[in-house]
């Protein structure tokens, strides 16, 4: 599916304006070990998001939230808004938009409250903003100790998980050239992999020409305030199922909090795409959301929670119904290794067994 990308646009606050197609699976319970979900609490919610007040205005709400949780954490949510509105963003955008890229229908679809989804200014402006404020509450299993520094924990923890499962797979990372990170975003988890992997050239790919752009303007102001040195990471606007990289050319294919964002077929692909781009002895590795955790455990319990969860991300169902390890074996890989990150998310490292 080939989709116009419009030029950047002034940031301003938006609702969704179309439905998105939700896979709905009420009619029976949507179950993982030792879980139970409640079919009628997002059946109903299924229900109530077809109405598009309703969903305009949960989504609306969520946001919201996100914005006052920014601001008490000290965050200036405003006054970075206007300072990067002052970029020639049309001129960024057109230096990293390949125009061969297509859009799948999945990522054209309403989501995270922005009407155009990723494909927006706005999404990209507060995408650092937003993570910092969603994410400041991970590290507290209770969910209600603000921290500051909770994505960069997030982050961390990542990194540490991977690891440890390389240790007991007996990878061994000091090895590693050649890492992709598949729907990077601006370059968050990207910079993450910098850090845990020293030696290694990042790459980092996503759908959304925003977002590229916004990430190399930011790659410009660090390497400007380091005197200039390069880093090794490139930005690539490309689709995270079909990366058109060599195959065989990577150590380590990583997947950070996107697969919530995707119905499980896409999921599936970018597995698949991850096991062809691997050498032997490579590893795939995915941070998500722990749906079997505690604390998400509460917020699908809690119809208040789940609602205003469910009002930013149209895919959540599918990704809950995931058999993680299962798929990743499905598409070749020979062990998976599963840590917890935090109290509400997992880090899953699969193998790609080396040749005999």
């Not at 208040?304 to 599918?318: C, G, H, I, N, R």
């Not at 109290?343 to 790609?352: E, F, G, I, M, N």
């Amino acid at each position: 599916m080939q989709v116009a990308v419009k030029p950047f646009q002034q940031a301003r606050t938006v609702t969704c304006k179309r439905r998105t197609r939700i896979v709905c699976q009420a009619q029976g319970t949507v179950s993982s070990p030792g879980r139970q979900f409640s079919p009628l609490l997002m059946g109903t919610v299924e229900a109530l998001f077809k109405f598009p007040p309703f969903f305009n205005a949960a989504a609306k709400n969520a946001r919201s939230m996100i914005v006052k949780r920014a601001e008490a954490l000290g965050l200036d949510w405003d006054g970075a808004m206007r300072d990067m509105k002052a970029q020639d963003w049309d001129a960024r955008m057109k230096a990293v938009i390949n125009p061969s890229v297509t859009y799948p229908a999945y990522y054209t679809q309403p989501f995270h409250a922005y009407s155009q989804g990723n494909l927006c200014l706005e999404a990209a402006l507060e995408v650092t903003m937003a993570a910092k404020s969603v994410h400041a509450m991970v590290m507290d299993p209770a969910g209600k100790q603000m921290d500051p520094e909770g994505d960069a924990k997030l982050r961390a923890s990542y990194s540490a998980r991977i690891h440890e499962c390389l240790a007991d797979l007996g990878v061994d990372p000091a090895s590693f050239r050649d890492v992709v990170d598949l729907g990077c975003a601006t370059g968050l988890s990207s910079l993450e992999l910098l850090r845990a992997f020293p030696g290694a050239s990042v790459r980092g790919l996503d759908l959304s020409p925003y977002f590229l752009a916004l990430g190399r303007y930011e790659q410009e102001q660090r390497q400007a305030a380091n005197g200039g040195a390069p880093e090794a990471l490139t930005l690539v606007h490309a689709a995270a199922e079909s990366t058109r990289l060599p195959s065989g050319s990577q150590d380590l294919v990583s997947v950070c909090l996107v697969c919530h964002e995707l119905p499980q077929a896409a999921t599936k692909d970018i597995m698949r795409e991850a096991f062809r781009l691997l050498r032997p002895g490579g590893v795939m590795a995915i941070m998500e959301m722990n749906p079997q955790s505690a604390t998400f455990q509460r917020i699908f319990g809690n119809p208040f929670a789940y609602t205003a969860f469910k009002s930013t991300e149209p895919w959540l169902q599918e990704y809950i119904a995931l058999d993680m390890p299962g798929a990743l074996r499905e598409v070749g890989f020979s062990q998976v290794r599963t840590r917890e990150s935090t109290p509400r998310h997992k880090t899953v490292v699969a193998l790609k067994q080396r040749s005999k």
